[in-house]
């Protein structure tokens, strides 16, 4: 099955800001990264939005990245949607981009010793991080994950990160790659925000408060 055509839709959520993003500290791949006081608001706000868009006990499948930020994110925006947290269902492909040896990095301190690492433009890695992934090497993952859930009939919900969660609404929306990168990667979202995706046509359904990058 095409995912652009599946037939039921998408709600991608990008998860509340953590310890990292309030100290703009590169997570990665990190397993446990815990929300701020500002993350689990983002994810009430997330809850609240999703809840006016489609009322109690959705029927709607969740899904969600293994780490500890995505399930608190998800466990609040599930309060609200009165639906059973214990039901999500994870898969580590959709974790964030391994940033390898950078992971922990401050972004500043990593800037005034590896120049130009960071594309402004895009918001995005200049080029993949030592021992890390590049955006292509996520998209082959995401793809393995949207191939192996395509039958997948309902609506769902995915809790994950920023850049991963980019390449997915790329891949999931047929965008044209990014030259620079090799693969579709969609713009950026803050934290707490949400993307629907329909048939491969995408519009934000909740605009989060956070502003870290990605």
Known sequence: MDHQRRAGRDFIARHGETVFNAARRLQGDAPHTPLTRAGFAQAEAMGAGLRALLGARPALTLWASPTGRALQTLAVIAEHLELAWHGVRTDARLREIDVGAWGGRDYAGLAGEVGGFWNAEHGLFAAPPPGGESYGAVATRLAGWLADTAHDSEDRLVVMHGMSSRVLRGLMTGAAPLPA????????????????????????????SGSAPA
């Open 181 to 208: 990168f090799g693969t579709a990667i969609a713009p950026g979202l803050a934290q707490g925000s949400v993307s629907l995706i329909d048939k491969g046509s995408e519009r934000i359904v909740v605009t989060g």
